[in-house]
């Protein structure tokens, strides 16, 4: 089960790509680990997405219930794997066995809610118009609708979160569930993770009885093979996370087929933090501190990584950063996922540090290992950040920027100044209400999610979060990658009209024989 | 009230654009019809914009009773227009008073099917995940979602409906429910109806206390107004109906803008008219002329118009054709909406005349005036059709083309073969269930609307319809342009995570203070 062979997975096939060959490094020895995986070609491309469009159909029409026991066979099938999925999770990415643990459990719980979502049944939005056949000057004909999956989907494994958003992540889980195939191009720098994880899937998928092509999975280390399968006329929609950069090419090239198609790219955010007078003057110092908690977890490779501070200058801003400062003097360094996200990070803190408008606030224990991080807080002044668009740009790691504005409307005029965030941060007391009261719709315009009084990091699994945001946090702010909604990325709405009951889906049968929600004449009923 | 100025309307403000004055022209006659409206320029797309910008947030917050309140007093006003507006419609389109009266009801009962919506309230799907403060390892916070408005919305008006999809038409009506404001760009073949029911909205705006900028139109010939308009950087959704030209340019347009935004454009559909053994079998000749009447309504100007015909050949067909022609033959010739249009019709019919694989089957009355379109149906062989890409355009108007089958596999080939489409009809009978069940899955995943046994035209505005479908029938095939659901176009979901009851939207508070229905914990409920 837990031998590694390097091999892709095609439908139920496994077959060794004849790409270059590469191998996953261990980032905290440096070292390279066995075995080496074959990169994919075009040719495994076209057979990956040519099964998948053979499976769509009939997978599509796979009855709720089976489909929910599909995405929970995948969990178990998970689980089952063991630890051998963990110690190489643990040796691919240099995260520690507690979050590798917890993200294998949200990985399962997420495929499992999904699955509570299929079997609830609200899921393809059932609307009814009741003909009138009698109506002038013209009847109204009987119209039916619902949604139905978009066709097979191509989901990008992501490094920051091996389990939980690769191989069998939340863009898989929702895809899988609208009734969509899934092409995964897994991520190299966890390919021995991802070839376990995708081989519970492909086991799943026989044991379930699921047509074949209703999974594959794909390595590769170049573009090409990213760039062909969003290409492929069998792609009708793609899952991404992962850089700027990665997400503004692959919508190129969605935008640039013969069909474009959406893309569903969550790119970057540096997740504005900001302190309101009341609540530094209470707690500045227990939010300092929870603060550099937040910044520094997982050496702080997260989305939702809270990169960018915003208060108004005095004593408490003052206390503020002189308890971030002397928390961060007590961070261990840690691990970074990759060789090139840690000379990144190492890069933007060289040149945060060297910008004459920034000073240093502190700095975490220095490194003593290959690819380790060094946690850093900066401030600057509202003025310098405004003319300068390099210190919006978010350094993916444990790195934040306070941006120490001389009032409230200046602070405003920052918020006003950011691009399109996933989540927004305010720290505030009741005497703060007004001023936060003014401030929201300018955040809500910007960002998917604001907390109060709370911490970015940790992005709840519920049917009410939203992990998204306008552009460029996302590709498409109207939709998230986390939470149940996250399924409607892959559905779209057909119309039926006047069909007979014999050719009519069943969900959309008279007497509502699988008893769903629907939308009758515009009223919700369940009868 | 009824005299035109030809001034643009931006905010509450009239204001005649400095750009190259232009005419409307009445294609019944040919000539200029007074006044001369002066086109508008990137000033006037900047400042209405700016306006739509700063009305966003106070819009956007007005209560659902407001709004519905606002669309039902711009349906009243265009109705208190009068006759006025039927006759310049008349005189602008071409198009006969009996169509642009019903055009006009249907244009006010959108905008009241969008004051239900709002009343109805579950538009903006609120979800709640409840706190688990005690939950192990880590507490679940209060998640509450609602979806709101995208901002500023730029519509464009459709030459072939002067009233319900153009100035007041589905795509404002679905936007201004939404909380959109919108700055109308006015379709050039009809400004004079275009102001007149833009005076409408504004009147409407001035009387109901809506903030100045929720709504401006604006005017002009060339494409740089268009292409400003879409680049602004306060509009943030697009819709559009009109040539698959106009709407490619448009999405290069948002996707090529530093932040893309979405565009809702309906471009191009030949309709698939499939034509069963059974049915033809039985009633080819009552197929044939009902066919006839849908193909040359409205001189064939309707997104929905059946542009292609797909059967099996034998007697049925044979019947069918002979039963079309006859009908044709007693179709008198109808003004086409503009010099443009027509010209491009007249130019693809001889294109198709010209096609050696294809043959004439019938013409309706020769034209004797200007701009009249001929109606015309032709024939060719499958094999033909799947050879060459030039048999598979649209051509607007009332000009059909009869793709002859040698068997029903061949027939699924061309289904399969052919773009994304707004609708594909069906005429069977019992005997045919199993084939077209056979079809049906195919069939859906190209168009946004199946019938059977009717005929596309005539689209239901309800909960149910979809006009959408896959590209190229429009750029986002996950969507509609007309029906209730065509709001959703225009919205996104934010996360509101642990906020004090003071600082919830009204509609997340604690006790359901709207009443409206909720997803508590993944249930919907109305308590």
Redesign the interface.
């Given at each position: 089960m837990t031998t590694l062979t390097g091999e892709m997975l095609i439908g139920s096939s496994s077959i060794r790509g004849s790409d270059a060959e590469f191998h996953a490094v261990n980032p905290a020895t440096g070292e390279r680990m066995e075995p080496a995986f074959g990169g994919g070609t075009r040719a495994e491309v076209d057979r990956a997405c040519d099964l998948a469009w053979a499976a769509?159909?009939a997978y599509r029409?796979t009855d709720a219930e089976s489909r929910a026991r599909f995405l929970e066979a995948i969990a178990q099938a998970i689980i089952d794997i063991g630890d051998p999925l963990i110690e190489r999770a643990m040796a691919e990415s240099g995260l520690p066995r507690a979050r590798l643990e917890?993200e294998r459990a949200r990985t399962a719980g997420q495929l499992r809610l999904f699955a509570?979502?299929l079997r609830?049944g609200?899921w393809p939005e059932l609307?009814?118009?009741t003909p009138l056949p009698d109506r002038k000057?013209?009847p109204?004909?009987d119209?039916?609708?619902r949604h139905?999956a978009?066709?097979p989907v191509a989901v990008f494994g992501a490094s920051n979160f091996p389990l939980a958003f690769s191989v069998a992540g939340g863009d898989t889980a929702s895809a899988l569930a609208a009734g969509c195939p899934v092409v995964v191009k897994a991520h190299p720098a966890h390919p021995g993770t991802s070839e376990l994880v995708g081989r519970a899937v492909q086991a799943a998928a026989t044991a379930c009885g699921m047509p074949e092509g209703v999974f594959s999975m794909l390595v590769g280390t170049g573009n090409q093979i990213g760039t062909d399968l969003v290409a492929h006329r069998h792609i009708k929609a793609v899952g991404f996370t992962g850089s700027r950069r990665g997400g503004l090419a692959l919508?190129g090239v969605a935008?640039a087929r013969p069909?474009?198609i959406?893309v569903y790219a969550e790119m970057s955010s540096v997740n504005p933090f900001i302190l309101m007078p009341g609540a530094l003057a209470r707690r500045a110092e227990a939010i300092g501190k929870g603060f550099v908690g937040s910044l520094t977890m997982g050496a702080g490779q997260f989305c939702t990584n809270p990169g960018l501070v915003l208060a108004v200058g005095g004593d408490g801003l003052d206390a503020f950063l002189a308890a971030a400062a002397d928390a961060l003097g007590g961070v261990q360094p840690a691990t970074m996922l990759t060789p090139g996200i840690h000379a990144a990070y190492t890069a933007g803190l060289e040149k945060l540090a060297g910008n004459p408008t920034v000073r240093e606030v502190g700095r975490g224990c220095a490194c003593n290992g290959p690819n380790q991080s060094q946690a850093a807080l900066f401030v600057t002044e509202a003025a310098s950040f405004l003319s300068d668009p390099a210190l919006e740009e978010e350094n993916f790691g444990s790195s934040s920027l306070v941006v120490r504005c001389p009032d409230l409307a200046t602070l405003r005029t920052v918020v006003e100044h950011i691009?399109?965030q996933l989540t927004a941060t305010i720290h505030m007391e009741?005497s703060d209400?007004g001023e936060?009261?003014a401030l929201?719709?300018v955040l809500?315009?910007r960002?998917?999610?604001?907390?109060?009084?709370?911490y970015p990091t940790?992005v709840?699994v519920?049917?009410?979060?939203?992990h998204?945001g306008?552009?460029?946090a996302t590709?498409?702010?109207?939709?998230?990658s986390v939470g149940?909604?996250a399924i409607r990325r892959f559905?779209?709405?057909?119309?039926?009209?006047?069909?007979?009951q014999?050719?009519l889906p069943e969900a959309l049968r008279d007497g509502n024989p699988l008893k769903l929600?629907r939308?009758v004449?515009?009223?919700?009923t369940r009868d």
């Amino acid at each position: 089960m837990t031998t590694l062979t390097g091999e892709m997975l095609i439908g139920s096939s496994s077959i060794r790509g004849s790409d270059a060959e590469f191998h996953a490094v261990n980032p905290a020895t440096g070292e390279r680990m066995e075995p080496a995986f074959g990169g994919g070609t075009r040719a495994e491309v076209d057979r990956a997405c040519d099964l998948a469009w053979a499976a769509f159909d009939a997978y599509r029409e796979t009855d709720a219930e089976s489909r929910a026991r599909f995405l929970e066979a995948i969990a178990q099938a998970i689980i089952d794997i063991g630890d051998p999925l963990i110690e190489r999770a643990m040796a691919e990415s240099g995260l520690p066995r507690a979050r590798l643990e917890g993200e294998r459990a949200r990985t399962a719980g997420q495929l499992r809610l999904f699955a509570e979502v299929l079997r609830e049944g609200s899921w393809p939005e059932l609307r009814f118009d009741t003909p009138l056949p009698d109506r002038k000057p013209l009847p109204r004909p009987d119209l039916r609708q619902r949604h139905i999956a978009v066709g097979p989907v191509a989901v990008f494994g992501a490094s920051n979160f091996p389990l939980a958003f690769s191989v069998a992540g939340g863009d898989t889980a929702s895809a899988l569930a609208a009734g969509c195939p899934v092409v995964v191009k897994a991520h190299p720098a966890h390919p021995g993770t991802s070839e376990l994880v995708g081989r519970a899937v492909q086991a799943a998928a026989t044991a379930c009885g699921m047509p074949e092509g209703v999974f594959s999975m794909l390595v590769g280390t170049g573009n090409q093979i990213g760039t062909d399968l969003v290409a492929h006329r069998h792609i009708k929609a793609v899952g991404f996370t992962g850089s700027r950069r990665g997400g503004l090419a692959l919508m190129g090239v969605a935008a640039a087929r013969p069909e474009p198609i959406p893309v569903y790219a969550e790119m970057s955010s540096v997740n504005p933090f900001i302190l309101m007078p009341g609540a530094l003057a209470r707690r500045a110092e227990a939010i300092g501190k929870g603060f550099v908690g937040s910044l520094t977890m997982g050496a702080g490779q997260f989305c939702t990584n809270p990169g960018l501070v915003l208060a108004v200058g005095g004593d408490g801003l003052d206390a503020f950063l002189a308890a971030a400062a002397d928390a961060l003097g007590g961070v261990q360094p840690a691990t970074m996922l990759t060789p090139g996200i840690h000379a990144a990070y190492t890069a933007g803190l060289e040149k945060l540090a060297g910008n004459p408008t920034v000073r240093e606030v502190g700095r975490g224990c220095a490194c003593n290992g290959p690819n380790q991080s060094q946690a850093a807080l900066f401030v600057t002044e509202a003025a310098s950040f405004l003319s300068d668009p390099a210190l919006e740009e978010e350094n993916f790691g444990s790195s934040s920027l306070v941006v120490r504005c001389p009032d409230l409307a200046t602070l405003r005029t920052v918020v006003e100044h950011i691009e399109g965030q996933l989540t927004a941060t305010i720290h505030m007391e009741e005497s703060d209400t007004g001023e936060v009261r003014a401030l929201l719709p300018v955040l809500e315009r910007r960002v998917g999610r604001i907390l109060v009084n709370g911490y970015p990091t940790g992005v709840e699994v519920g049917h009410a979060m939203v992990h998204g945001g306008p552009f460029p946090a996302t590709s498409d702010g109207r939709t998230t990658s986390v939470g149940t909604l996250a399924i409607r990325r892959f559905l779209r709405p057909v119309c039926y009209q006047d069909l007979p009951q014999a050719l009519l889906p069943e969900a959309l049968r008279d007497g509502n024989p699988l008893k769903l929600w629907r939308r009758v004449d515009g009223m919700l009923t369940r009868d």
